[in-house]
């Protein structure tokens, strides 16, 4: 079964930090590019991060506080976000994509996870 399972959400404080991981199994995640996505709610799920196969990052809300890694090894990519704001609070997702680039169209992602809680409050 081809699925990815995200883990390390939470609640955190205002500033604080947090490593979201987005595991692969059934793959193999080298060969994909691997994108972050956030839903709040009542808002669409918008794309934050993606790392390319190659391993080069696209940073697309900006302000270099979202940093994505992978290791292809254990199959698995991170997303390190740093100070936290309220406004970061969200469902997260990762997304793999076949034997391509980033892209910051959701419709063109071929696998999801389930997505994990990340919430930023005092």
């Known amino acids: 079964q081809l699925q990815l399972v995200e883990s390390g959400g939470g609640l955190v404080q205002p500033g604080g930090s947090l490593r979201l991981s987005c595991a692969a199994s059934g793959f193999t995640l080298e060969h994909y590019a691997v994108g972050w996505f956030r839903q709040a709610p009542g808002k669409e799920r918008e794309v934050v991060s993606c790392?390319?196969?190659?391993?080069?990052m696209t940073d697309y809300v900006g302000g270099g506080r979202f940093t994505v890694s992978r290791d292809n090894a254990r199959k698995t990519a991170y997303l390190q976000m740093n100070s936290l704001k309220p406004e970061d609070t969200a469902v997260y997702y990762c997304?793999?994509?076949?034997?391509?680039?980033?892209?910051?169209?959701?419709?063109?992602?071929?696998?999801w996870g389930q997505g994990t809680q990340v919430t930023v409050s005092s």
């Open positions: 790392i390319s196969s190659s391993g080069g």
């Open positions: 997304a793999a994509r076949s034997g391509y680039g980033c892209t910051p169209h959701r419709g063109e992602y071929d696998y």
